[in-house]
């Protein structure tokens, strides 16, 4: 596990847009715990932030678009995979257009421009999305494929595949982030001859040129629809001979360097999963289409597994028997409601409570229906909370936690004798000033019976 990272400074790229030919300025900052990665539109009066995640999605020709109350964003894939190849978890981006500056057509300034900020260490663990079975995605119409597989790391294989005698089948690998500043950062994007004017129609790329793009001739036409097609462009800088095939734009970086590049546009349509991945990636024919609807597929696994129980294993020894737990909470019986604790990060706890019909509450609640009530589920939450915020003090037997606001209470199942209640509760943002937030569930089984939000305060005993 690793903690969060930022920037240590802002620092600001310049550069035309791609599809807009606009001059573009773009700064990344620094930004707080749990902030994401954030784009804000300061050209605009009302300076809109939109959060850089898949379901913000809003377009896929060309580049990523992402859209929110009718404000769009555009051509950010490139600075998102250089941020998520950095490790870096929360930044704010500021632009004055509408889409990102394309710079060279790849990854390299953005990664230069971030090592020259610095990477600073924030106090919160990051959140991994962790592969725990294959998942995989399908596109019928394109015939493009994403697998994503267990693995201990992150890596990625990309295979390409073009009807064309220039570019046809190639393949590329990341094996490991560390990796991407020297193999993957400087790839950049390409475009065929024979897709400009289609292009242009649809009012974009009037800031390509050959200095950022690599440009395939592949498919022979007379010289001077050649050179209509060129003088297209707003540069009009694509000059060569109509029966020479190839790479108008001199030698390729790497032999491989488009199959690259699309290894580029994946990471960075994957960064909108919103945290990083535990997984093996295999895409076939990626495009920017497929790879944001598989991260959209992500985004729902995740918020589904938000309410996922613990695993909860009775034969394994807990980090807290009642014994330790007695030496953090002033609570006794019959009023200690918590058995073991088996999970204890700084941020999270998981609890454990064994209900028996020999708890007092059930003499009266209900006679011939016992059900354990949900106030005393919402006690019990609270007291696993409580060992949350005082494992992270000194001397915690001197404190005590005091609960000041429950909010979003919900109780969706009954609790009857003989379950076993696993609660949950994560900080919902860093402790301070005593003041302590928490996002609280308590499960039987598989099943979630009670949720809520809490905050507590820390106080030291009398």
Known sequence: MANQLTLKQEVTLKGIGLHTGLDISLT?????????????????????VIAAVAENVDGTTRG???????????????????LYALGIDNCLLEVDAPEFPILDGSAHFFVEAIKKAGIEEQQVEKDYFIVKEKI??????SGSSIVLLPDSKFSLDVHIDFNSPILSNQYASLYDLCDFDCEIAACRTFVFVREIEPLVKLNLIKGGDLDNAIVIYDHKIPQEEFERIAGLTKHQSITANANELGYLSGELKFNNEPARHKLLDVIGDLALVGMPIIGKVIATRPGHKINTNFSKQIRKIIKRQEKLAPAYDPNTLPLLDINAIK??????????????????????????????????????????????????????MAQTGGILALSGIDDPERYS?????FNEVKFRNKVIPGDTLIFQLELAEPIRRGIVHMKAMAFVGD??????????QIIKNK
């Not at 609570?331 to 073991?340: G, T």
């Not at 099943?447 to 507590?456: G, L």
Request: no cysteine; aromatic share 10%.
């Open 401 to 405: 936690t005091y609960f000041v606001k």
């Open 28 to 48: 990344f900052k620094p930004a707080p715990e749990n902030h994401g990665i954030k784009i804000k539109r300061i050209d605009l009066e009302e300076q809109p």
């Open 327 to 380: 030496g953090i909470l002033p609570h006794r019986s019959p009023f200690l409601l918590v058995d073991k604790i088996i999970e204890l990060t700084p941020t999270k706890v998981v609890g454990i409570k064994n209900v028996t019909f020999n708890e007092d509450f059930f003499v009266g609640h209900f006679p011939d229906e016992p059900v354990m009530p949900g106030v005393l589920i919402v006690e019990a």
């Open 64 to 82: 990523t678009v992402l859209s929110k109350n009718d404000v769009s964003i555009s051509t950010i894939e490139h600075a998102l995979a250089s």
């Open 447 to 456: 099943k979630i019976v009670t949720e809520a939000d809490f905050m507590a």
């Open 136 to 141: 995989e995605y399908y596109d019928e119409e």
